[in-house]
């Protein structure tokens, strides 16, 4: 009888025994799914934010492309057909001959020649302005109501309020608040700055119309800018330098 109970004794310990192993191993094999969970969610969470990220460099690449694209077909429909400005005395980004500046014996300049091509259809008049913007946009020459004819002006535009094609000049800025400063008027003056290079930008206006502006003193840069911001159907520039 003694050695059953020993028996059974045993038997109970070892059950016992395995009862507690198999519930260390279920905790375990828990705990070991908890992390696995775990490192799973936390990696699905590095996948998610390495694919937004993924997602917004793709779509800022694709925008750059996709402006440079539009950009780069626009600069070649430029090229072939667009409103343009040029000069035989200078290209753009060049320097200006000092025969078209202050430093011209007749102190003024003489204005360049300059052409332009591919103006819209429909322009009943052209407009130019030359101003230097690092000289709080110093107007230089304001000429306007141009026949849509004309293709260019000649150098040496003469030195009159009104011209026999019924172009007008109006007054830069040696003109305002008075009268011209000598030995300048109400026409072309040529760039003069008392140092360093400035830059000098012609603008060219096609218009729908000609411009219901006086000649001479009497149409400064304001009244100009207002009516060519009114009328304008395209604009070109043409930016060239000078400095002492």
Same mark, same amino acid.
């Given at each position: %009888?003694?050695?059953? $109970?020993?028996? &059974?004794?045993?038997?109970?310990? @070892?059950? $016992?025994? &395995?009862?507690?192993?198999?519930? !260390? ?51 070649? =429909? ?6 343009? &400005? ?6 753009? !980004?060049? %320097?200006?001959? /000092? ?25 009943? =008049? ?15 020459? $304001? ?18 309020? /009104?011209?026999?094609? !019924? ?17 300048? !008027? ?10 360093? @290079?400035? /830059?000098? $930008?012609?603008?060219?206006?096609? &218009?729908?119309? %000609? ?9 400064? %840069? ?23």
């Amino acid at each position: %009888m003694k050695n059953i $109970i020993m028996i &059974l004794s045993f038997t109970l310990v @070892i059950v $016992i025994s &395995l009862s507690f192993n198999n519930c !260390g191993k279920k905790e375990n094999d828990v705990k070991t799914d908890k992390t696995s969970i775990t490192t799973a969610m936390e990696k699905e969470t590095d996948i998610i934010n390495e694919t937004n990220v993924n997602k917004a460099n793709n779509t800022e690449t694709n925008d750059i492309k996709v402006k440079y694209t539009i950009d780069s077909n626009v600069e070649d =429909s430029e090229k072939e057909d667009e409103f343009k &400005l040029t000069s035989t005395a200078f290209k753009e !980004g060049e %320097m200006i001959p /000092k025969v078209y500046t202050c430093d011209n014996p007749d102190k003024i300049g003489i204005s360049p020649p300059l052409s332009w091509e591919n103006a819209p259809s429909d322009t009943k =008049s052209f407009a130019i302005i030359c101003i230097d913007p690092d000289a709080m946009d110093f107007a230089h020459w $304001i000429i306007f109501n141009i026949p849509p004819t004309e293709k260019g002006l000649a150098e040496n535009v003469p030195r009159k309020d /009104k011209i026999d094609n !019924g172009t007008k000049q109006g007054a830069n800025s040696w003109c305002e608040g008075g009268p011209c400063q000598e030995p300048y !008027g109400a026409f072309y003056g040529g760039p003069c700055p008392p140092s360093g @290079i400035h /830059k000098y $930008i012609f603008t060219i206006y096609a &218009l729908d119309s %000609m411009l219901d502006l006086q000649e001479g003193v009497k149409t400064d %840069m304001t009244k100009f800018l207002d009516a060519t911001a009114e009328h304008s159907l395209e604009v070109a520039n043409l930016t060239g330098k000078y400095g002492k």
